[in-house]
């Protein structure tokens, strides 16, 4: 598998978010905003969906050592166990991940076992033989990760979690912590109880929707937001038309840069690298990705396209 060097744009901690308003200025009337001439490649962020995206078994430590180790941020969806230990799991239940397992098994979640009880899981084997063996990751395994290796980040989507279990056991590596959620509620008590760490807004809907939750957002101007994720469609019979439109993600992109958020988009099924061109030719500055092998050299070859030589 190639690696390649991708210096995560949130590592800009030092100096706090902050900085991130003269880094995406607004666009000039006549002239489009490009990442290219705003962000170096070595700074682009690269979420990994789930963990590696299509890559690996997701929300395992295989899964997030892969994405880091393409210098791209993982993601970890987080639930309690019955016994109240934070781990790593997306689905409410175990159907998807564990197809061969008893009717009864497949209906039961995390909540429903024990820590000891979920590490028997063969979370990998779903995915292929040379996966057996994956086990679910806890919050400490993943800690322990990111002390060893302070320039590491690691988005945290929540599923179903105690905020204040999550802020305390996580205390020593807020600043490399990116919360994702759906729920502005959430994003602003956590960013109460870790100010050190990062937060991303992400949403799906129709275009009407968003403008609508956008509008409501921007009320109370992106309220301890620092990134903003919108899912993207393509419709494949209208000549892979997006959905919200064109219009929609480049006015979104100029909102966003306004107030200093930095704006991702996640291209369902986004296996063409003609995809993310697009949308960088809309303003996009980051994608979350199931595809990280293709997105990185999508992203390699754009930059490429400007002239400049990639790093």
């Not at 061969?100 to 429903?112: H, L, M, R, T």
């Not at 979370?123 to 990751?137: C, H, L, S």
């Not at 100029?254 to 995809?275: A, M």
Request: glycine content about 6%; some cysteine.
């Amino acid at each position: 598998m190639k690696h390649f060097h991708f210096i995560v744009f949130s590592f800009i901690i030092v100096t706090g978010w902050l900085l991130s308003v003269s880094v995406f200025p607004a666009t000039v009337q006549g002239q489009e905003w490009n990442v290219r001439d705003h962000i170096p490649l070595d700074q682009f962020t690269i979420q990994c969906h789930r963990g590696a995206g299509n890559l690996s078994p997701e929300n395992s430590l295989e899964a997030f050592e892969i994405a880091w180790n393409l210098a791209t941020i993982p993601e970890a969806d987080l639930r309690l166990t019955k016994d109240r230990v934070i781990v790593a799991f997306h689905d409410n239940n175990f159907k998807r991940i564990l197809p061969n397992a008893s009717e009864e098994v497949q209906k039961q979640g995390i909540a429903d076992l024990t820590l000891d009880e979920v590490k028997k899981l063969d979370i990998g084997i779903w995915k292929g033989e040379q996966f057996a063996g994956q086990r679910v990751a806890t919050l400490r395994e993943v800690c322990d990760v990111l002390k060893k290796y302070p320039k590491r980040q690691i988005y945290i989507d929540i599923k179903k979690v105690d905020f204040v279990q999550l802020a305390r056991e996580t205390e020593g590596v807020h600043p490399q912590l990116i919360l994702a959620s759906s729920n502005h509620e959430e994003i602003k008590q956590w960013k109460k109880l870790a100010p050190k760490s990062f937060t991303l807004h992400w949403m799906g809907a129709a275009e009407e929707k968003l403008t609508e939750r956008l509008n409501q957002l921007e009320k109370v101007q992106f309220d301890a937001i620092d990134q903003l994720q919108i899912h993207v469609n393509i419709n494949n019979n209208k000549e892979g038309q997006f959905s919200p439109s064109d219009d929609f993600l480049r006015k979104t992109g100029e909102r966003l840069r306004g107030y200093g958020i930095l704006f991702q988009t996640l291209p369902w099924n986004g296996n063409d690298p003609k995809i993310y061109q697009r949308l960088l030719d809309l303003g996009v500055a980051s994608f979350a990705t199931d595809f990280p092998d293709v997105t990185i050299d999508a992203v390699r070859n754009y930059y490429g396209q400007s002239g400049k030589k990639p790093q």
